[in-house]
């Protein structure tokens, strides 16, 4: 997999200097994160960082934190309090897209709403994993707001990814699949109450549900891919040079109107077709697919079991916003491999030697092996009480 991931790296950063794209500002940017030679780095260093429950739990006490911020700064755009956000270049409606929506300090509201959703999914994580009552409520206020953050980002395919990696998250859980029929009539009746009571949202809502504007663009640059697919299919035209060459390819339908031109492909795996070729295309997709997709259906240690059902959620909401959208945007994609390599850890790290924690063991005083036993029978250690979960926590 290790070979793999760095073999798609090299291919694409070949491409970009053959077509020059390597040496301009956007182009570099690209390949580390919209292609991922950062995330697959974080793919290989997770199981290393975060190996331990304490390095997990400090990972997910910062997700759940960016969770809290990023929701908090959604209901206060979503509204009509943006005055109150911070930092204070998220007001300013000059900058970025999708002013009036919540756009968060990414400046763009299908950004914001992965990794609100994304940020939700840790929380839910968190209410798991975490036995103190305290710290479980927060987690649950936490993944209301992101929900609730979700909404407000006015995008139809956040949207629709918060519902399908909800539903298949539960699905591949057996204690979740008996509650989905009931989180679906309060995700509704939730929904349907945040619409009707935010002062205008109703209206927005309306408005971007019969937004045509946005389905044509996908519709023409769709295209436009598949046609220089058929051009060069083996290699494809370049790294990052879909918008400068994509408009050549683009055509007048008969069923709407031209529209897209100079825009990114809106589909993750079309892109990288048409800029990379076939070979690229299939490099990409096999690593994307062997190490997130691998470390969901290979068997782990029970406590990364919440991990693992959080991943699909994850995993399944970027599959459906990568169909929809460029999803160029350094926190998800980032997050996405991270997570993968942390529940996937098992697999690439070498079984851990004993031998030198038996002969350290073996040299410690008699009075410290005897208050560690002493300690085990009492059932208390240098923590506290030792506890234990269905998932061994």
Excluded at 134 to 155: D, K, M, N, Y
Excluded at 172 to 181: D, E, G, K, M, N
Excluded at 246 to 271: C, D, K, M, W
Excluded at 293 to 298: F, Y
Aim: proline share 5%; charged share 10%.
């Amino acid at each position: 997999m290790h070979l793999l991931l760095l073999a798609t790296a090299v291919y694409a950063t070949a491409s970009a200097i053959a077509v020059h794209t390597f040496f301009q500002s956007n182009g570099q940017f690209a390949l580390l994160d919209r292609l991922g030679i950062i995330p697959f780095l974080m793919f290989c260093l997770a199981p290393l960082l975060f190996r331990q429950a304490r390095q997990r739990n400090f990972l997910l006490l910062v997700l759940v934190a960016i969770g809290a911020y990023l929701g908090v700064v959604a209901l206060l755009e979503g509204v009509g309090l943006p005055n109150l956000v911070l930092p204070s270049y998220i007001r300013n409606p000059n900058i970025g897209l999708h002013y009036g929506r919540a756009r968060g300090p990414f400046l763009e509201s299908a950004a914001d709403g992965i990794s609100l959703y994304m940020c939700g999914v840790a929380a839910v994580v968190g209410m798991k994993v975490w036995h103190s009552r305290g710290a479980q409520i927060a987690c649950a206020i936490v993944a209301a707001l992101c929900g609730v953050g979700v909404i407000f980002t006015l995008t139809r395919a956040i949207w629709l990814a918060a519902v399908v990696g909800t539903l298949a998250a539960m699905l591949v859980s057996p204690s979740t699949r008996r509650l989905i029929a009931p989180t679906a009539i309060i995700g509704v009746l939730a929904v349907v109450a945040v619409v009707f009571l935010v002062p205008g949202l109703s209206t927005k809502v309306q408005g971007r549900t019969q937004d045509q504007l946005p389905v044509w663009d996908r519709y023409n640059t769709n295209d436009a891919a598949l046609r220089m697919v058929e051009a060069k299919p083996i290699f494809g035209f370049g790294w990052q040079t879909f918008v400068s060459k994509g408009t050549t390819y683009i055509r007048q339908s008969s069923n709407y109107p031209l529209t897209g031109a100079g825009n990114e492909v809106h589909n993750v795996f079309l892109s990288h077709a048409a800029e990379l070729g076939i070979v690229g295309f299939l490099l990409w997709t096999l690593a994307l697919f062997g190490a997130v997709g691998g470390a969901i259906l290979r068997r782990g240690p029970p406590e990364l079991a919440p991990w693992r059902v959080g991943l699909v959620a994850v995993f399944v909401g970027f599959l459906v916003v990568a169909n929809l959208g460029p999803l160029s945007y350094p926190f998800p994609n980032l997050l996405l491999w991270t997570w993968a390599g942390i529940v996937g850890a098992e697999h690439f790290l070498v079984p851990h030697d004993t031998s030198r924690e038996h002969a350290d063991a073996a040299e410690e005083p008699a009075t410290l092996r005897e208050g560690a036993t002493a300690s085990a029978v009492s059932g208390r250690g240098a923590q506290g009480p030792v506890q234990h979960d269905a998932n061994g926590l």
